[in-house]
């Protein structure tokens, strides 16, 4: 078993366990760790799939490295909203939906 | 040495900016692990952090000699080795037997600033002794076991600092 | 030779991790843990540190290495103060022994 | 011609650039400006693209796969790049006007990247650029939806966000996958690769994938966030999303469908349209109960984009269905648009965002509710509109292959929408509560309501063009 | 593009531009949206007459654009389309002039002739269609202008009629819709032939063919009214008058009719549609429409429910003609296409007037109406007896030839139908005649007012139309075997089909 | 050699670290911050060593000066009560 | 079992025990610490998949940046809960 693939499959448990997160927690910043808990793991498949033979590929790391940058965008701006919400109902969990 | 310190601004022949510029090179090179291949990138960082440098700290009120900074080294190094050792006996003694204690200590005889957050700082790595709070010239300590003689080698640290930054201990 | 003190100095480096380890889990409260990490495991970093430069390819490398060491210790004690001055200031007392607690 | 094929990213990205700079409101006429210089590089490639030189490639600082980023252009990202500045454009004209009153903070800033980021992504040839445009797209579209700043907006962009993301992490995990297993991410080198015995780990990234991107374009089951970002969004923003942003990640799915994963797509081909059917159904019938307009409407988007996912089992060597969601596509995107536009001026004029307070709007906004009628026209698949046309595609690819069970969706989703329309019109022909006249500032109104009419009127002409679209999906398809 | 290509599109142009342009107009620019409305009109008829010269020339008038591979918008002037052209075409004119008397000083005005022109428009597309696919284009397109002026007035109770309307006709227009693509899937794209197009495909499978019909004529069933689809109908009665002369004698009814029409010759081919047996289903669907339309107007005491059901019967005379499947049949309901349509602008020109003269909406408050409005109910008596089919009107050619083609087919049956419906019609139409003329003046009308421009009885614009159609409806009758004719015009198109 | 000892490092490292986080005060889990400066950057030297990747030790370097940042940050802005259990 | 193998498959159990413990702890101020201890092993990991730019901005961007962001956010929190 080599590193790439280990940590390969930490990386689909890692996903799993974000997108759970993602989905059924109801703390909103929990939601956000969850979400990059997610991303973290869809990142550990791509560089470690990709060398589960054990040869550094620059490719996926490149795109990783974009990966991450877009990631934290996503945080915060997740975060900068959750605040706004925060700060204008005094939760950080989301009110029922009425969508109609 | 000792003349050079502080004859930057009269612009001697060997002015006090090169001396930060030739540390900063060696730093650069250091972390460059001995590869040219970036020496205009290097160039560049290095002028700008000596400019930096002498913007943010003037030559001469911060002079620090060579020869105390050696001894102070190496005093330093042998204690926090000592530091280290105290401890982890401590901490693998089958009954671990401490006797911590909140102790103050006087540092007026210390300049205000870099000085004392120096001393705050090393007596963290000193054997026995934790700073806690810093209030103008009163520290207080965390000391691990108060039968250790910490008093007597913070005041030893404390003469070193002095000499360190030209005072007397 | 020099490979042999190297791992040498690995090995002590690694005891005084543990040692860190061994304070932080058995000291009593938060400063006295403060201890046990701030000096043991910066100790064990300084002899890997040393280790790994005796075994260094150049001269830059090692220094390199050792560039760390300082780096780390400035860390640790600002670390460490800034945590003791925290708990100090919420008003955490220290521990003064079981028989006087 | 390729050389100009950076400037549609460019360009927007440019203008949104300076409207940042010029700071919070400021901007509009740069961008409607250049706007309209992006539509007009849009047809320019679809002539182009007509005129049969084939599928243009622009290496982007002349670097090649895999580091480098490719621009590729087909009739169909043509397709979709007129349809991104044809919405643009009068909404953005549109916007001016309604955030005359109030500026909100980010409005062409976030309006420019997201514009950017379509043209990106239907410019992108590999699945790693794909992935990056999506996310921007998403992320400028939620940071659009929070940008009203009540409470019930900001959780309606965070529902939308942790769904986007959610999606987009599915859709990098695909990714990641498809790379590991066969070192590339290039759609055109992947196509021939991927065959039915693949190994199981591209079947599941086929798998991630496609759920990844159904969660963005709101199918069925995963459309829980829509109705309250698009319904809660102000009217010109809803507009933009509506019309655009979950069309993009629904020709992601046409351009993975048709290419790499033509292959294992067979299989799984019911799965979409099936989900495609419920979203008709069920969407439709929400917009039929919705109490508010806006509302309303974006349940119609839940409704509309289950067509878009009942091709599946069609597609084949006839075309029919391809041609049907092409078409869908651009009428559903110029229609929806119209709708929400003129609801917007119909919010501005009655002041409340409800299906019962348009009583006696036929009086004093005609215009408006004609172009709602003529967008309803297109949602409802009546002739001479786009819409007609796609569902006439669609019928007739169903009815080839014997699908009379979509036939019947298919009509009773028109039925629907006939009823959730003609809920709003009648409403709209009763006289006031009280009986007076709705005062109504019409000057002020006029260039909403013209706007609105434009792109109303834009999603009926697609359907007496249809000849030139259909040449034009099918140049390097 | 050649004359003959621009003409039919300017047919459909010259209502549709004064049609645009009318929604356009601020509310009270009134004599330029009235000059453009009659401009239009009148354009209009002067286009179908040159059509009408030039179809008995021999010139073919056709159009075509492509708007999807395959499927043409195609326009092909025949002899079949200018008939109903033609009757569009005079009783828009008519029921436009009418129109603007009825709503004289109402609110609207753009929006209503604007819709109205629409409608029109689409319902010269109808006519001109020279495929399904074309036909159902404007099919639909008269669903969408008629709903705006059923609903014109904006009562609970309009809503509610465009609402019964609405999902009438578009459930109809989705049956036909799937007709119109299965067949196109089946057989490809065809344009409408004489003889029909489908008889000349060999190896199609028969039951989808009956089952295209089936679709078809339930989707053109739901306009024609024919009985159990014809639910709607009484229920639009609660549109303005011209809208009403309009939905039954002009447009919606007819383009229903005409649909079917269109199909059994067009498409199917009446031989081949025989051989199908679905002509005689159609024709026994015709004949309940007949006789359960006469039998519920003989219960309606509102006089335009009465009138609505009396339009449900005689719609289906056309269909019937149809189903007879021989060339008297076809004769006999291609002339009623045109009869009914003047009969029953008749009748419902003159019930507007009742209506906003005298406030007259019930047969039980006719009494005495004759001697109040004297013009007006002779008009009115004109259309009721055509109706009946009583000797020397319009009415009595349809009868005759129907009656005739049914002995031709064999389908004895069809002549009890027609006498059980003349009769019927009789019962319910001679009350109304009898009331009026002979019963004595109330002491007060409900609700009446003379109109500012007009004589004694009612305004001229409201007065002149009903009396034209009615002079149109006696001159069909007594000069139905002159050139030109309607029935002579039927003749030449059944020759046609009949070869 | 090195990578032994890098071994016995993370064993260390996630023995403190299951210590650190189990409480009982926030102060304990303050402790993670000061851990990660020294055992982290331990860690990552001696993976440089193993794996002849000398980057890491730019990595170290790194972590050394964020260890500081991110501990004094802990302490001054997240660290409001010194109850036993978080509110 | 080869040294390798060992610390990888440690890290990995620390990696999904933190991220573990990250969601499933009744705290948030606990879970967000522990967030950023997910974020540095990570980093080790990312050391031993031999891609030290991404052990690098993971240590910066991931942990650092994302773990202040989050810190920040509850700070907010903290701050109105006392008075």
Known sequence: MSTGLIFACVGVVLFAMGMAGVLLLEHLLRRILAFNLMGSGAFLVMVGFAQRMDVPDPVPQAMVLTGIVVAVAATALALALARRLHALTGKYTLPPAADD | MEQTRGAGQDGGWFPYWTRRFVVFAVLWWVLAEGRFDAWWLGLVGVALATWGSMRLLPAGRHGVSLAPTLRFLAFFVWNSLRGGVQVAAMALRPRPDLAPALIEIDLSHLPPGTARVLMLNTLGLMPGTLGVRLEESRLRLHVLDARLPVVAEARELEAHIARLFGGRP | MIELAGNLLLLIGAFFYFAGTVGL?????VYTRL????????????????????????????????LIWPLA??????VSYAIANRAQALGVRPWQGEERS | MTEWLPWLILLPLLWATAAFLLGPGRGARLAIGT???????????????GSGSGAPVHRVGGWGAPLGIDLVADGLSALILILTQLVALPLFVYARIYFAAAAPAWFWPLAGFLVAGMNALVLSADLFNLYVTLEIVGLAAVGLVAMGGTAGQLAAALRYLLATLVGSGMYLLGVALVYGSYGTVSIATLTPLVSAGAPLAVWFAGGLLLIGLMVKTALFPFHGWLPPAHGGAPAPVSALVSALVVKASFYLILRLWLGPFAAMAEVAAALPAVLGAAAILWGSWRAVRAQRLKALVAWSTVAQVGYLFLIFPLLGADQLALHAGGMQVLAHGLAKAAMFASVGVLIQATGRDAVAGVAGVAACLPLTLFAFGLAGVTLMGLPPSGGFLAKWLLIEAALLRGRWDMVIVVFAGGLLAATYVFRVLQQAFLATPGGEALRVDRRRLATLEWTAFALAVASILVGLRGMEILRLLGVGA | MSVNEVLPLAVIASSLVPGLLIFALPE????????????GAVVKLLLVAVLLLGIAGGEEYAFRYAVLPGIDLAFHADAFALLFVTLSAVLWLLTTVYAIGYLEGSPFRSRFFGFFSLCVTATMGIAMAANLFTFFVFYELLTLATFPLVVHRGTPQALRGGRIYLAYTLVGGTLLLTGIVWLNALVGPADFAHGGVLAGVDGLPAWQLQAIFALLIAGLGVKAAIVPLHGWLPQAMVAPAPVSALLHAVAVVKAGAFGVLRVVYGTYGVEFAAALQLLAPLAVAAAITIVWGSLRALFQDDLKRRLAYSTVSQVSYIVLGAALAGPMGTVGGLVHLVHQGLMKITLFFCAGNYAETLGIHKVSEMDGAGRRMPLTTIAFTIGALGMMGAPLTAGAISKAWLGDGATAAGMDWVMAVLWISSLLNAAYFLPILWRAWFRPMPATWPEEGIPASGCRETAWLL????LATAVITLGTGVLSEWPGSPLDWARLIAQREYP | MSLAVALFLLLNLVAALVAAARGPTPADRMLTALLFGSTGVGVLVLLAHAMALPSLVDVA??????????????ARRAWHSAGQADD | MSIGLAFDLLLAGALLWSAWRTLATPDIFRAVILFIVFGLLLSLAWARLAAPDIALAEAAIGAGLTGALLLDAIGVLRDRKRP
Request: proline share 3%.
């Open chain 3, 25 to 29: 889990v058995r000291f009593p409260d």
């Open chain 3, 35 to 66: 201890h046990a990490l701030a000096k043991a495991d910066n100790l064990g970093l300084g002899c890997v540190l040393a280790g790994l430069a005796l075994q260094a390819d150049s001269l830059a490398a090692a220094l390199k290495l050792l």
């Open chain 3, 73 to 78: 210790l400035a860390a640790s004690a600002a």
């Open chain 4, 35 to 49: 706007t309209a210089v992006q539509l007009a590089l849009a047809f320019a490639l679809a002539f182009e693209l």
């Open chain 5, 28 to 39: 009270h620019r009134v004599g330029l949206r009235t000059t453009l409305n009659l401009f």
């Open chain 5, 463 to 466: 007065l002149l139309p009903p």
């Open chain 6, 61 to 74: 370097l790194t972590l050394a000066l964020l260890a500081a940042i991110a501990g004094i940050a802990f």
